[in-house]
């Protein structure tokens, strides 16, 4: 059975930094495109995405200058550090595996999903 399962979120104070880990279980997705995408009220968006050798990676425009998605192979998982938090950083954050190696940023595109961790932005 495939698992993805997300830790590290919580209350953050406003201007500080998160940093949220996946750890996947099941399967390697050495090969595949990973990422995180959040969902507040409102659908769920893209947030980063890191391609399978870690030489690209791509940023939403709300996160991008501010935010590191990393990722270890060997270990199977994916991080991703948001810094400056603001309140609308607030969020349930999901990480997902990617059908292939691209890095969308459409749901659509990921076949396997966390459960989801909030984060909760404090002013």
């Known amino acids: 059975q495939v698992r993805l399962v997300e830790s590290g979120g919580g209350v953050v104070q406003a201007g500080g930094s998160l940093r949220l880990s996946c750890s996947a279980s099941?399967?390697?997705?050495?090969?595949?495109?990973m990422a995180w995408f959040r969902q507040a009220p409102r659908e769920r968006e893209f947030v980063a995405a890191i391609?399978?050798?870690?030489?690209?990676?791509r940023y939403s425009r709300a996160v991008e200058g501010r935010s590191t998605i990393s990722r270890d192979v060997a270990k199977n998982t994916v991080s991703l550090e948001i810094n400056s938090l603001k309140p609308e950083d607030a969020a349930v954050y999901y990480c997902?595996?990617?059908?292939?190696?691209?890095?969308?940023?459409?749901?659509?595109?990921?076949?396997?999903w966390g459960q989801g961790i909030r984060v909760t932005v404090s002013s």
């Open positions: 099941g399967r390697t997705f050495a090969d595949n495109a």
């Open positions: 391609s399978p050798g870690s030489i690209t990676v």
């Open positions: 997902a595996a990617g059908r292939s190696g691209t890095l969308y940023s459409e749901t659509w595109e990921y076949d396997y």
